[in-house]
């Protein structure tokens, strides 16, 4: 995790990572259909006996997978897309400093304006600071018809072609991807420590509401939803929560609402699953 001087003990919100990051395994491994693994298994399956000149076994192999496959289209017939791998992984290396990160921000654009791509892959690197689910799909609209075309290229004795389009198809698996901003996570992780200080120690809940301001608008800039108008009113909640803390106000239902905003924020965030 960067480095950073914030009031809260850097162990407490790597601790909060650590159980969203747990999280979002659980989660992903929960969405794994074994049907769709089986499939992509008997397919490998399939080229193995190919190479090794083992026809019978093949064709064996593709009638195995195919079997699988009906089996999720009759269960899915609206799914495009069915889970067959996942990863997640903790990517902090987003710099802290928001003027570094606006000069990034300038340096990419003028690079995606020169169609300097590589440049730009490596500046957009540089702007990332999420827990990330990585996730490969089999695609249910065109995988069982490559593997009923292979079949009958196996029968009819055209095995170079037969394990030319299995080999086609295992490249045809989508990757998509979720990401957790790590800012938002830490931002609210900071507030519901701010909530248990509240009464007993103002000044230091004033300092925790600053580093959840700061880590919002942290999230904001590495553009995390970005254009999402919910930043401003977050903040806007924040400084109103920092008045009448200061004024020694009761913050007890204001809290909970922010919380509970900053929760359905966070969630929203993470939801996308975008092509990778």
């Known amino acids: 995790m960067n480095s950073q001087t914030l009031n809260q003990p850097d162990t407490r919100l790597q601790q909060e990572i650590d159980k969203e990051t747990q999280k979002a395994t659980d989660e992903a491994e929960r969405c794994l259909d074994r049907e769709a693994v089986s499939a992509i298994e ?41 889970p067959v791998m996942t990863q997640v992984s903790i990517i902090d290396v987003a710099p802290l400093d928001l003027h570094v990160i606006e000069r990034i921000r300038t340096q990419l654009k003028n690079a995606f304006n020169n169609e300097d791509f590589p ?28 593997m009923r075309e292979a079949a009958r290229l196996l029968s009819e004795g055209k095995t170079d072609e037969a394990r030319t389009l299995l080999q ?29 200080l509240a009464e007993s120690d103002p000044e230091q809940t004033l300092r925790l509401l600053k580093d959840a301001r700061t880590q919002l608008k942290l999230a904001q800039e ?22 009448q803390v200061k004024a020694s106000e009761k913050t007890t239902d204001a809290f909970a ?6 929760s359905s924020f966070f969630n929203q965030v993470s939801a996308a699953i975008n092509p990778a």
């Open 119 to 146: 440049t730009a892959r490596q500046l957009l690197n540089n702007l990332m600071s999420e827990i990330r689910t990585s996730i490969v799909n089999l695609p249910l609209e065109t995988y069982p018809d490559a």
């Open 42 to 82: 008997e397919t490998r399956n399939a080229i193995n006996a190919i190479e090794e000149e083992n026809t019978q076994e093949a064709i064996a192999a593709l009638e195995r997978a195919t079997g699988k496959l009906d089996i999720l289209v009759a269960r899915y017939p609206e799914l495009g897309l069915v």
């Open 168 to 196: 086609v198809a295992l490249s045809t698996l989508v990757l998509t991807e979720q990401s957790r901003p790590i800012p938002l996570l830490n931002a609210y992780t900071l507030l519901v420590d701010a909530v248990d």
């Open 222 to 243: 590495l553009g995390y939803a970005r254009s999402n108008p919910e930043y401003a009113e977050l903040e806007q909640a924040i400084k109103n929560l920092e008045r």
């Open 257 to 262: 609402k922010l919380q509970e905003r900053f």
